[in-house]
């Protein structure tokens, strides 16, 4: 279905693989696929944390908080999600022999935020199903923030979908405004899935039509068709790192201020165990001006 509300002024901002789980069965080239995992892995431990033993399905290896890669007897396994996927989807593709999870999104700006916010998608896809008697689960998860996320299908089909404010989920004002579309293919539809997509000419145009077409076949009215403009930008998300800091600014700072104001400063940065100079660092940048009985002090 194509809207009648089709605008230029909606912009696509990205068609990407959002998420792939791949394994490699065969001895012959599997060193390759676990090289190519491997710098997924290196990858996202510069940007996001170390890795970490894990294991799953048999397979153990290492993990962080984008990627995992592991072996087991027979073979090895790379799952990548997010940025990572984007960037490392086609490689790892290419050099596996099975796809056990594909997710593909579209990410868009949408200008009538009333008329094509999740909720009023849930309300068209429930009309349309009533209406075409058809057995697919249509829900919405609401939130206190007012933002929802619409479900088609079951998680434990081999398709399920979802749409939902990326700017609330991600947390990032790149995002202001913007609407993410996700369809999640499993078992062997993904594996068929990944092989079109690898083989297809444009890849960025192969997802929107499949992500568009899914969608609109269960009755959510996109306000963009396949033919809409494009201003295709690489998936950004919250690292680790981010996140850390986040949460210390919002639960640590203010602890931290109200015991600087009783003057507990000092007593403070022993806890945080700093240095010496780590003290005198942080009373320079942070407070302004030289603390001469503060810097004197000797912290054990």
């Known amino acids: ?56 399905q048999g397979y153990a290896g290492l993990k962080t908080a984008h990627c995992f890669v592991g072996e ?23 050099l596996a022999t099975n796809c056990s999870r594909l997710d593909l999104q579209v990410t868009y700006f949408n200008h009538t935020p009333l008329s094509h916010s999740p909720k009023q998608q849930f309300a068209y896809a429930r009309a349309w199903k009533l209406s075409h008697v058809q057995s697919h689960s249509v829900s919405l998860f609401a939130s206190d923030d007012g933002t929802g996320t619409l479900y088609l299908g079951r998680r434990a089909s081999d398709k399920f979908a979802r749409l939902y404010d990326k700017a609330a989920e991600s947390g990032l004002d790149h995002y202001a405004g913007c609407l993410r579309a996700e369809v999640e293919v499993k078992g062997r539809l993904a594996w068929n899935v990944l092989r079109a997509l690898i083989h297809t000419e444009s890849a960025q145009a192969f997802i929107l039509s499949y992500v568009h077409d899914y969608f609109t076949q269960r009755g959510v009215r996109f306000p963009f068709d396949c033919a809409a403009p494009s201003l295709q930008t690489e998936p950004r998300s919250r690292t680790d790192h981010q996140r850390k800091l986040e949460w210390l600014e919002a639960c640590v700072r203010p602890m931290i201020s109200k015991l600087a104001a009783c003057g507990k400063l000092p007593e403070v940065l022993t806890a945080l165990g700093l240095s010496q100079a780590e003290c005198d660092q942080f009373l320079d940048l942070k407070l302004g001006q030289p603390q001469p009985q503060f810097s004197r002090r000797r912290l054990a």
């Open 1 to 56: 279905m194509v809207n009648e509300e089709v605008s230029c002024e909606t912009i696509v901002r990205e068609c990407a693989v959002d998420w792939i789980t791949c394994t490699r069965s065969s001895e012959s080239g599997l060193d390759n696929f676990l090289i190519r995992g491997a710098r997924a892995l290196k990858e996202d431990s510069r940007e996001s944390e170390h890795p970490v033993a894990f294991s799953w």
């Open 72 to 94: 087991r007897p027979d073979g090895a396994i790379c799952r990548c999600s997010g940025v990572l996927a984007s960037r490392h989807w086609s490689t790892l593709g290419s």
